[in-house]
């Protein structure tokens, strides 16, 4: 057993962002009244966290393969737990600020100018390749982890971990509930599907507590920074991936999810993080084992292995 139980670099930046959520938490009592439940949930995720650094010293696969996958657990409680945090810490939504922002950019509502192309079909279509998002970090992280390449996969996911905690800054910063509640009274159609569209926006709408999350695109960020892994990592995924990724950032602003700054922000903080992991993860990422690589005792003579 290791004596010196490992903290991987996305340890690391999952207990800062629970010590963060606890202080600004701590700052809202005691007027939030769900501050409280909140303190437990954060304390709960950090000793678990905790609990798996500790029983990840030995060879026990199940504790290895919990220790590798817990973000897709922490991550869906922490977002669903700002709908009960950031309406304290932020209240006020900065939805026509962004607004005016696209309309300096662009002269025009984007989902508003865009209804000339609506079809059902198409909004079929992109409504799956948006729901897409919720499964292609996961389809990355199974791929390159059952190729057993610890540090390809730490390292890919501290990039998407850190990605969505630097995109939850934002959520705080600029609170805005998006293009689809904000500019609902200039869409003269809507957008109906033609098999499970209507379906599966609905059923996203209900699970979402949290709807202030427009800026930045987090859909944007995320995916960006899968494809540029698969890439680099599982080259087969990129081609699989490219056409889901490009459909899928055109449905952040065609299904009036997003107004186009929150995507251009969400391009940035792509490559933000992909600056940050490159500079930050060697610092805490420490191999598998502490052992150093055995050395090939050839004789250079014989090139027969020598006797130590």
Known sequence: MDENPRMKPVDVITYLALVALILATVMTQPANPHGPALLVKYSGLAATLTLLWWLDRGQIWIVRLLHAFYPLIFIPILFDSFADLLPWVSPTERDPFLIRLDLALLGTHPTVWLERFSHPLLTEVLTWAY???????????????????????????????????????????????????????????????????????DTLNTLERFKQDAFPSGHTAIVLLVLFYAWRFARGLFWIFLPMVVALIFSTVYLRYHYVVDVLAGVLLAGLCLGLERALFGRWHRPMTDQKPMTDHRSPTTGKAGVQ
């Not at 990355?140 to 540090?151: H, S």
């Not at 998407?160 to 009274?185: K, N, Q, W």
């Open 131 to 201: 729901t897409s998002y919720y499964f292609l970090p996961a389809i990355l992280a199974v791929t390159i982890y059952r190729r057993g390449k610890t540090e390809d996969f730490d390292r890919a996911v501290f990039g998407l971990v850190f990605c969505f905690y630097l995109s939850y800054i934002g959520y705080f910063l600029v609170p805005a509930v998006g293009p689809r509640f904000t500019l609902a009274h200039l869409q003269r159609i809507d957008l109906p599907g033609v098999f499970l569209a209507d379906t599966m926006r």
